[in-house]
């Protein structure tokens, strides 16, 4: 080894150990704190009962709306779904067909009828009506 080659091994490992010590304070300073939105509890399990909207939700809605991190209201959570209510299920069918903020127009549910929109948001947001009632 020559002369000026040990200082230079060194400082690298000197800059790699205060490398990985960074990451690991980065990676533990979220330690304890409170997490994220949560899940309702069987929220990413929670089907429909009628087997059409059940291939429906699946198939469309299940990727938002039971996934914490989309930002889309979570099936069964009736806070974040009680101010979109508030504003009638006219405005949620709209917002529904014809796209709004995150969510895109027919909610990537190209078949769905209108009829099956409002089922899946009275699904969605817990305000089912008993299966006679559809």
């Given at each position: 080894m020559?002369?000026?080659?040990?200082?230079s091994l060194r400082a690298a490992n000197g800059w790699r150990g205060r490398?990985?010590?960074?990451?690991?304070?980065?990676?533990?300073g979220g330690c304890g704190e409170e997490a994220g939105p949560q899940a309702?509890?069987?929220?990413?399990?929670?089907?429909?009962a009628d087997a059409a909207l059940a291939q429906l939700y699946g198939a469309s809605c299940r990727q938002c709306h039971a996934n914490p991190a989309a930002g889309a209201p979570l099936?069964?959570?009736a806070v974040a779904w009680a101010p979109r209510l508030a504003k009638g299920m006219d405005a949620l069918l709209e917002h529904s067909i014809n796209?709004?903020?995150?969510?895109?127009?027919?909610?990537?549910?190209?078949?769905c009828t209108e009829?099956?929109?409002?089922?899946?948001?009275e699904f969605m947001s817990a305000t089912s009506k008993p299966a006679e009632d559809l």
């Open positions: 020559q002369a000026g080659q040990g200082g490398t990985v010590a960074l990451g690991l304070c980065a990676l533990l309702p509890a069987g929220a990413a399990q929670a089907v429909p099936t069964g959570d796209g709004f903020q995150g969510m895109p127009p027919m909610g990537l549910c190209m078949q009829a099956e929109f409002q089922a899946l948001i």
